[in-house]
């Protein structure tokens, strides 16, 4: 049966599978009510996920294929978001605000977001930064980090 030898491909996102995996189920089991494919699908979407941090994560079953979906897609994110090579090679990259001073407030003229390469997430902290410029007088110089 097609279904259950499905395994992710190489290069075959998690959504793309679990796409995949949903089309071959309407197939598979066209009788089997919604709800009983969807655990199906689950199940074997997690059982077929290449290994890694994903998989591992998912053996704690999520509620429901829409959960299991939404987890993926944090993982992807944050895959790109941590690997170097699928960040653009800006070494800035910044969004200005300007700010209105009101009355005697010291209030930023401008926020940047900052690429940090020398850290990353493999140190356990976030390689974006919030840079908070000292020339415009705001928070007194300091850098908060992003979380």
């Not at 309407?26 to 689950?42: T, Y």
């Not at 979407?45 to 053996?59: A, K, Q, Y």
């Amino acid at each position: 049966m097609q279904f259950v030898s499905r395994h992710q491909k190489p290069g075959e996102s998690p959504i793309e599978y679990l796409n995949a995996l949903q089309q071959i189920a309407v197939q598979a089991f066209p009788d089997l009510h919604a709800s009983g494919r969807d655990e199906v699908v689950r199940s074997r979407c997690v059982e077929g996920l290449r290994h890694g941090p994903l998989r591992e994560h998912l053996r704690t079953p999520p509620v429901n294929t829409a959960e299991l979906k939404r987890t993926a897609l944090q993982f992807i994110t944050v895959d790109r978001i941590s690997n170097p090579s699928n960040v653009q090679q800006h070494s800035v990259m910044t969004i200005e605000q300007a700010i209105e001073p009101r009355h005697e407030d010291s209030l930023p003229k401008a926020t940047a977001l900052k690429l940090v390469p020398s850290r990353g997430i493999s140190h356990g902290r976030s390689n974006w930064t919030w840079d908070r410029r000292p020339e415009y007088n705001n928070c007194r110089g300091r850098q908060m980090e992003c979380i």
